[in-house]
């Protein structure tokens, strides 16, 4: 085995070769790895259903306490990175999150006062405000009247959960 340098390297006699181990040197779910089926399988992990569950316990938060304008941020965030990361598999669905993103975000907003704004929530609104500008080619004027409407329109959806995620994104 050669090094950065070029020069030869021994390896160490403790450490399993390809050959007597194939899965030697990945990790435990990596590429190579045995795949768990059956009753002791593991929920599949990873972006989308990270996103999921930050939806769902953004929804679980503002169903607690629905004047934290916090939690509507979170929500959209959460709803805008699924969103991102479904849409080559589902366009349409990926859209709808969006939509339940922009409807959340807008409601972070209504509900912050101009002086206690968080950031986040201006992040997400500011986000997905550019989003519909660049889809739809509005003004700034009309993108706000355009979340105006959303808002209206999606954000019974949004925090209710009245669509289910699992439906939109085809995940459990």
């Not at 045995?34 to 930050?54: F, M, Q, R, V």
């Not at 500011?126 to 889809?135: D, E, F, G, H, V």
């Amino acid at each position: 085995m050669k090094n950065r340098n070029g020069k030869k390297e021994k390896m160490p006699a403790n450490r399993p070769t390809r050959a007597a181990n194939p899965f030697a040197g990945t990790k435990p779910g990596g590429p190579g790895a045995p795949k768990a089926t059956g009753l002791g399988a593991k929920a599949p992990t990873g972006p989308a259903t990270d996103h999921t569950e930050g939806a769902r316990l953004a929804q679980e938060a503002i169903r607690k306490d629905p004047s934290v304008p916090e939690n509507y941020a979170a929500l959209a965030g959460a709803l805008r990175m699924l969103a991102q990361f479904l849409r080559t598999r589902n366009p349409e669905g990926a859209d709808n999150l969006v939509n339940m993103a922009c409807a959340a975000a807008w409601e972070a907003k209504r509900r912050s006062t101009p002086a206690l704004i968080s950031g986040r929530t201006k992040q997400e609104v500011k986000i997905l405000s550019a989003w519909l500008r660049t889809k739809n080619h509005l003004t700034p004027e009309a993108s706000d009247n355009m979340m105006e409407k959303i808002h209206s329109e999606y954000l019974s959806k949004a925090i209710d959960g009245s669509t289910p995620l699992p439906l939109i994104t085809g995940m459990p």
